[in-house]
Nanobody, 123 residues
Framework: QLQACGGGLVQAGASLRLSCVASGRAFKQYTIGWFRQAPGKEREFVAA????????NYAQSVKGRFTVSRDNAKNTVYLQMTSLKPEDTAVYYC??????????????????WGQGTLVTVSS
């Protein structure tokens, strides 16, 4: 089971850190991905991190601004978001997959999803 949290309302240019907390020892075996869905739009890939944390992958739209990391001892994956823009406004979801992080950019690869957390960036 996955639980995303840490969303909120921030101004453009601000930073925010999302957390994805997982239950179960199997968490350490999975690639964890972050996706987001803005109103009226399809869910899109944001970032993914391998089970070891050694490999990460980012959507072009967030590369250089977002950083994904994980602490397997805490069963937690983080998404550090900086230089936030109004277009980053969305519900953010974390999800788990056995597909390698370099390939796991499609939501169809993910079988386990957490509930989302809303991020709103005002201009």
């Amino acid at each position: 089971q996955l639980q995303a949290c840490g969303g909120g309302l921030v101004q453009a240019g601000a930073s925010l850190r999302l957390s994805c907390v997982a239950s179960g020892r199997a968490f350490k075996q999975y690639t964890i991905g972050w996706f987001r869905q803005a109103p009226g739009k399809e869910r899109e890939f944001v970032a993914a991190i391998s089970w070891s944390g050694s490999v990460d992958n980012y959507a072009q739209s967030v590369k250089g601004r977002f950083t994904v990391s994980r602490d397997n001892a805490k069963n937690t994956v983080y998404l550090q978001m900086t230089s936030l823009k109004p277009e980053d406004t969305a519900v953010y979801y974390c999800a788990a997959t056995s597909v390698p992080a370099v390939d796991a950019t499609s939501s169809r690869f993910y079988g386990y999803w957490g509930q989302g957390t809303l991020v709103t960036v005002s201009s």
